[in-house]
């Protein structure tokens, strides 16, 4: 069983991709660089071997460039999200369905679910993202408007950045 994974540039920085023969199993731009990527998918991986490939990648690296260029509003890859539990499936499953350049509260996503007592187990679901911008987190938003997290982290720029790119109205945030 193997991993590829290889690193591309995108406007928002250097971007690492993994692939497991199920699909894209991993994507992130908040490593500080190779090193602790393989280290990231060793971990998260332990019984497969890590090679850096880029063939894999490229059409993950193709439909970023053209999500970028304004040119995509959805992704068609195959995806791998056998790393999380069923809960955390369904939760980025109805993520995915958040239309382009719009947002939906963390109470929105729990209802859509059929959950709606479960806004914060919606939320740490999303802070498990493996796959951010193609499973689009960075719609989910606070009940009040405010932007809330991103992927785990406080890069609430990166999630500002993306919404306006895809011009959702941000008069709330």
């Not at 195959?78 to 999380?84: E, I, Q």
């Not at 990166?158 to 790119?165: Q, V």
């Amino acid at each position: 069983m193997r991993i590829h994974w290889h690193s591309f540039a995108t406007p928002i920085g250097p971007t690492y991709a993994a692939i497991s023969a199920r699909g894209l199993c991993r994507l992130t731009w908040l490593v500080s660089g190779p090193r602790d990527f393989e280290l990231e998918l060793a971990l998260l991986y332990p019984d497969h071997l890590v090679l850096h490939d880029r063939r894999p990648a490229s059409r993950v690296s193709r439909q970023l460039a053209q999500y970028f260029a304004g040119r995509r509003r959805h992704f068609e890859l195959d995806l791998d999200l056998s790393t999380l539990s069923n809960f955390e499936r369904r939760v980025l499953q109805a993520t995915s369905r958040i239309p382009f350049g719009t947002t939906a509260s963390y109470a929105q996503l729990a209802r859509r679910i059929h959950r709606p007592t479960a806004a914060r187990a919606v939320g740490n679901a999303l802070r498990k993202n493996p796959l951010p911008i193609v499973i689009p987190c960075h719609r989910v938003i606070r009940s009040d408007g405010s932007p809330g997290g991103y992927s785990g982290r406080t890069a609430v720029d990166h999630k500002l950045r993306l919404l306006r790119h895809e011009g959702a109205n941000l008069d709330r945030l």
